[in-house]
């Protein structure tokens, strides 16, 4: 299970908007504190969902991009993919890999990619075989 995910930004109101428009509609609530912003998901949620906090970065550095990290959402629908991809998108984060199936996954997962303001990569995926199939 999940506990939580810490994302580094030095922008916060440009990473609050972007994350606000990616995990409210997967359920989370925001939060503000004074170190950053933490996004909570639903109470009634007991599948590993964990929290996001996004924050400054602690050591008082530049926040960077890890490279080679990502964190994926799991949604229910392909249709919420390409809703909270393009919700991304209009709050400020970068396309890096539009909605649709992948050769090299199962025949199920469909994912959509997102970087956000700093440039961290997002995924936001459905697998759910009663979706579809890739063609």
Do not use: W
């Given at each position: 299970?999940?506990?939580?995910?810490?994302?580094?930004?030095?922008d916060?109101a440009?990473?609050?908007?972007?994350?606000?428009?990616?995990?409210?509609?997967?359920?989370?609530?925001?939060?503000?504190?004074?170190?950053?912003?933490?996004?909570?998901?639903?109470?009634?949620r007991?599948?590993?969902?964990?929290?996001?906090?996004?924050?400054?970065?602690?050591?008082?550095?530049k926040?960077?991009?890890?490279?080679?990290?990502?964190?994926?959402?799991?949604?229910?629908?392909?249709?919420?993919?390409?809703?909270?991809?393009?919700?991304?998108?209009e709050?400020?984060?970068?396309?890096?890999?539009?909605?649709?199936?992948?050769?090299?996954?199962?025949?199920?997962?469909?994912?959509?990619?997102?970087?956000?303001?700093?440039?961290?990569?997002?995924?936001?995926?459905c697998?759910?075989?009663?979706?579809?199939?890739?063609?």
């Amino acid at each position: 299970m999940l506990g939580y995910v810490t994302i580094g930004a030095d922008d916060l109101a440009g990473s609050e908007r972007f994350y606000a428009a990616v995990l409210a509609p997967l359920g989370y609530g925001k939060k503000a504190g004074p170190d950053g912003i933490a996004f909570e998901p639903p109470a009634d949620r007991l599948d590993g969902l964990g929290a996001v906090y996004v924050t400054k970065p602690y050591d008082g550095r530049k926040a960077t991009a890890g490279n080679g990290s990502m964190v994926a959402f799991r949604v229910d629908t392909q249709a919420l993919v390409r809703e909270i991809h393009a919700a991304g998108v209009e709050a400020g984060g970068a396309d890096e890999g539009a909605p649709g199936f992948r050769a090299q996954y199962s025949a199920h997962f469909y994912v959509a990619y997102l970087r956000d303001p700093v440039g961290n990569k997002i995924a936001i995926y459905c697998s759910n075989p009663a979706e579809g199939i890739r063609p």
